[in-house]
């Protein structure tokens, strides 16, 4: 059905910019990345920065995470300071993990170089770590909301984290490539994704490669029933070739090789895959998360509102308290480990 809603959409805009211009002084925003890089951060600068100045703000960029903050390493962007880095990999703002900022001195330090030049609000783009940075600055009275972004999916309190499907999409080209020169030698071949605390990336590349066994972090395992049983099932069933995922958090995959060799007479190869898995243009999802993500942060910074981490619940995309949100467990998908021992078989 087409719907009328054209006008109403325009309405909405116009009244997000009337918000604005209502409380009197031009608002200030910042927008900057912190942690580990992930493909899409710079389709949510680039949507910070769209929405901001759509929004009647002036938006700048600061340069290397906390960093930036702390040596006044800013600069105001404007509509075609973004074009062109939707689809860039890595992020055009830099990133650092700053020591420096953990300090309560730099947190006050960093507050009071936003108020003098005159940001009301920082839109934080990283990991936890970087939510407790932001949640900090914001004690010292700024304003800040997180946006998720690392690729290894390991915030407890959204669904998903900008990087992580092009991360698992990159994971998986490689794992393809190794299944073949596996397959031609009838070998075992073990691949460490990334991941230190969390297991997505492996289960999620595990089950699309076809594993016969994938080792996570959150799962304790039994090397002989849970990968030399494995390979000797699927052996008796025909199959000559294996694949095994292990994540970073679980390592050890040079010594898994040898053991398998040693203990089953099968070849086997071990390949690090490393940080192959954060670089890359974003595919469509990041980019759109990402883009959905970074338009959410602003409305709530454009409404005063700060301290919050925007999150994808349910699919949708909303937000939380930091305090809330940092408090969460992360709950690993038992189930869809479950589906992966079912059929990889
Ligand atoms: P990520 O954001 O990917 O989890 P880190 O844990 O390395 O990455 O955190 C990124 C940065 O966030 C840190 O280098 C630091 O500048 C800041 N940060 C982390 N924890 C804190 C904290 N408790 N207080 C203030 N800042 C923090
Ligand atoms: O958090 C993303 C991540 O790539 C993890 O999977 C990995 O453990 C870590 O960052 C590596 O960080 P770096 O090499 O940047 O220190």
Redesign the pocket.
Known sequence: MVQNVMEDIIKAIEEDRRKNQESGEQKAIAVLT???DAPGMNAAVRAVVRAGINMGMRVYGVYR??NGLLNGDIKELNLRSVSDIIGNGGTKLFT???????KKEN?EKAAEFCRSVGINGVVVI????????A??LTAAGINCIGVPG?IDNDIACSEYTVGFDTAMNTALQMVDRIRDTAQSHDRCSIVEVMGRRCGDIALQTGIATGATAILVPEVRYNIERDVIQRILDTQKTGKQHFIVVVAEGVGGVRDLAKYIEQRLGIEARATILGHVQRGGSPTLRDRVVASQMGYHAVSLLNKGIGNRVVVMQGGKITDLDINEALDMERVFDFNLYKVAMSISI
């Open positions: 912190s942690g580990g995470g906390y650092a993990r700053s020591e420096e900022f953990k947190q990283g990991g936890d770590g970087s939510f407790r940075g949640r900090a690392t």
